[in-house]
T-cell receptor
């Protein structure tokens, strides 16, 4: 099992550009989520999904879009990047409320 | 809304010593899970230990153990015989068993183990 994979590892964007952060898991987990981690803070939930076709907002959803067309994939879209979205992004998956397994993270810099 | 508070931004101990990291949380619900995650410089989030709120017995994993005080809403992590590889950020986290399945994190404690 590869576990939870994320691409890219690092990305630089200009303000206003769009991009998609990819997340995939091969553990057949129903639950997937996206977090952002800013300096001096814990992880904050952006969006989550409890299964294919079902998504919901977390604590900080503004500026981000998600969809879940398959069990394996849960991409995060930035429609118009802003400097405030500079952060490290983590994807995670689990069997619901049990232990969440995290990907290696994507470091995003918006200039 | 549920909140998690870690009151120690940084801690430092000598190798082989025992160290305790504090965590308190706030919820009006009765059924939940608590976690401690470790984040080394690689940034990978690694599960250290998990505690089910309905269990009175404190969870242990080798050198790691918790002191779970449900009435006080306290969930501290004890690391015994600390090792250099324990140097990392440690995050306390909480999730409800029912309802929206949102993992809520504390701000983290940066732990340094000195040789």
């Amino acid at each position: 099992n590869a576990g939870v994979t994320q691409t890219p590892k690092f990305q630089v964007l200009k303000t206003g550009q769009s991009m998609t952060l990819q997340c995939a898991q091969d553990m057949n987990h129903e639950y997937m989520s996206w977090y952002r981690q800013d300096p001096g803070m814990g992880l904050r939930l952006i969006h989550y999904s409890v299964g294919a076709g079902i998504t919901d907002q977390g604590e900080v959803p503004n500026g981000y879009n998600v969809s879940r067309s398959t069990t394996e994939d849960f991409p995060l879209r930035l429609l118009s990047a802003a400097p405030s979205q500079t952060s490290v992004y983590f994807c995670a998956s689990s069997y619901g409320w049990e232990t969440q397994y995290f990907g290696p993270g994507t470091r995003l810099l918006v200039l | 809304a549920q909140t998690v508070t870690q009151s120690q931004p940084e801690m430092s101990v000598q190798e082989a010593e025992t160290v305790t990291l504090s965590c308190t949380y706030d919820t009006s619900e009765n059924n939940y899970y608590l976690f401690w995650y470790k984040q080394p410089p690689s940034r990978q989030m690694i599960l250290v230990i998990r505690q089910e709120a309905y269990k009175q017995q404190n969870a242990t994993e080798n050198r790691f153990s918790v002191n779970f005080q449900k009435a006080a809403k306290s969930f501290s992590l004890k690391i015994s015989d600390s090792q250099l590889g324990d140097t990392a950020m440690y995050f306390c986290a909480f999730i409800l068993i029912q309802g929206a399945q949102k993992l809520v994190f504390g701000q983290g404690t940066r732990l340094t183990i000195n040789p």
